[in-house]
């Protein structure tokens, strides 16, 4: 099993930014390809981004831009970088991890942080 932690959500106003964080245990984070999921109220749950193993890098067309993924494999973290954030981006954001790429399916998912985003 591997636990996944996500924190760094919050309020931020129009145009604001936050850096969110991920922290994985539990299985070796460096092989396992990592993606942010977001889910607004009222709506289904969205891809974000994702990144390989190797640090390759999958972008939603919304985001391209703004929203970056990064990982440190030594602190078992991936990252995501939000600017210019909007009030639709409000939703609870997910981290997942999945031993494929491109991912096919996640294998594990976080409980989630909640971003919102005042106007």
């Known amino acids: 099993q591997m636990q996944l932690v996500e924190s760094g959500g919050g309020l931020v106003q129009a145009g604001g930014s936050l850096r969110l964080s991920c922290a994985a245990s539990?299985?070796?984070?460096?092989?396992?390809?990592m993606g942010w999921f977001r889910q607004a109220p009222g709506k289904e749950r969205e891809f974000v981004v994702a990144?390989?193993?190797?640090?390759?890098?999958q972008y939603a067309a919304s985001v391209k831009g703004r929203l970056t993924i990064s990982r440190v494999n030594a602190k078992n973290t991936v990252y995501l970088q939000m600017n210019s954030l909007k009030p639709e981006e409000t939703a609870v954001y997910y981290c997942?991890?999945?031993?494929?790429?491109?991912?096919?399916?996640?294998?594990?998912w976080g409980q989630g942080t909640q971003v919102t985003v005042s106007s």
């Open positions: 539990g299985r070796t984070f460096s092989r396992y390809n």
């Open positions: 997942a991890a999945a031993s494929t790429w491109p991912p096919l399916e996640y294998d594990y």
């Open positions: 990144i390989s193993w190797s640090g390759n890098t």
